[in-house]
């Protein structure tokens, strides 16, 4: 089992900036590719960015290139996603999630996650 806990999300203006973390607890973290994802009111959840077990490749939703950024601290334990000028459109719970192995599968989708954490809400004002 791994356990994720995200933080970070809050109320920010367009064109802001929010850091989230997912701190992991359980099994090896460094073991596990690692995925953000989001969800909208009464939209379905959507990948965002995956990093592999070393964070040393990334990958992104085509449409958040440039503007979002994931990282990962295996010594911390913990998976970011630095996210700059935020725009209404990303108002949205955002999750972290685990993988089934070191690689991040693409497509990403929901199915590549083993574990979930319980959502950080964020919300862009215009």
């Known amino acids: 089992q791994v356990q994720l806990v995200e933080s970070g999300g809050g109320l920010v203006q367009v064109g802001g900036s929010l850091r989230l973390s997912c701190a992991a607890s359980?099994?090896?973290?460094?073991?596990?590719?690692m995925y953000w994802f989001r969800q909208a009111p009464g939209k379905e959840r959507e990948y965002v960015a995956a990093?592999?077990?070393?964070?040393?490749?990334?990958y992104y939703a085509d449409s958040l290139k440039g503007r979002f950024t994931v990282s990962r601290d295996n010594a911390k334990n913990t998976l970011y996603l630095q996210m700059d000028t935020l725009k209404p459109e990303d108002t949205a719970v955002y999750y972290c999630?685990?993988?089934?192995?070191?690689?991040?599968?693409?497509?990403?989708?929901?199915?590549?996650?083993?574990?979930w954490g319980q959502g950080t809400q964020v919300t862009v004002s215009s």
């Open positions: 999630a685990a993988g089934r192995a070191h690689a991040a599968v693409l497509p990403a989708n929901v199915g590549r996650a083993a574990y």
């Open positions: 359980g099994r090896t973290f460094s073991n596990y590719a």
């Open positions: 990093t592999n077990s070393f964070g040393s490749t990334k």
